[in-house]
């Protein structure tokens, strides 16, 4: 599918050139969120998200000049440079309500993600068989081993009266005192 083909907004479930959409409020005030570009890292997804008004979106040039934005619930998708790209009308932060009170306002969404990357679920296989691969390695003699020699640096260092001083002064790593309950007399 050519960038130009898939800058289009989905079609609808009939599969005709109609989109669905939902009309704008009349009563739109999406002042809530909409002062700054806010911009969302996710690695777990690998995704960066962009939120923001069409001005924003455009004056960073995130958005390509022939993508035509979408109308009501209606998203637009288009390919470039290894990523994929969704822009559709987001809920601005602090807004409560139905979506017919937001979906016509000016604050739009942009999930920018690679396009050949393996998904959230291989990714949590992939971490969980390390997991797994670590733990069978800890009950080999070499495994065990080596957390051994861990474990007598670790004594060493609690034995250690210079390192012991060291640690006391700094700040960070001395601990807060207790707080006390305190209860009232009835």
């Not at 939902?22 to 002062?35: E, F, H, I, T």
């Not at 001083?165 to 309950?181: E, G, N, V, Y």
Request: charged share 30%; with cysteine.
């Amino acid at each position: 599918m050519s960038s130009k083909e898939s800058a289009r907004p989905e079609q609808s479930s009939t599969g005709d050139d109609r989109i669905e959409s939902v009309a704008a409020p009349k009563n739109c005030s999406c002042s809530l969120a909409c002062d700054e570009l806010k911009i969302m890292l996710r690695p777990d997804w690998n995704t960066t998200e962009y939120f923001g008004t069409r001005a924003q979106l455009e004056s960073e040039g995130l958005i390509p000049a022939e993508i035509r934005w979408p109308i009501g619930i209606a998203r637009a998708r288009w390919n470039e440079s290894g990523f994929e790209f969704v822009l559709a009308h987001a809920r601005p932060d602090g807004f409560d309500g139905p979506r017919r009170g937001w979906v016509g306002c000016d604050y739009w969404s942009l999930t920018r993600r690679w396009q050949d990357c393996p998904s959230y679920h291989e990714r949590v296989l992939r971490a969980k068989a390390k997991e797994l691969r670590e733990l069978l390695y800890r009950e080999t003699s070499a495994g065990r081993e080596e957390n051994s020699r861990r474990w007598r640096k670790y004594i060493a260092s609690q034995e250690d009266e210079a390192f012991q001083a060291f640690k006391r002064t700094i700040t960070d790593l001395i601990a807060p005192p207790a707080k006390r309950s305190q209860r009232r007399a009835a």
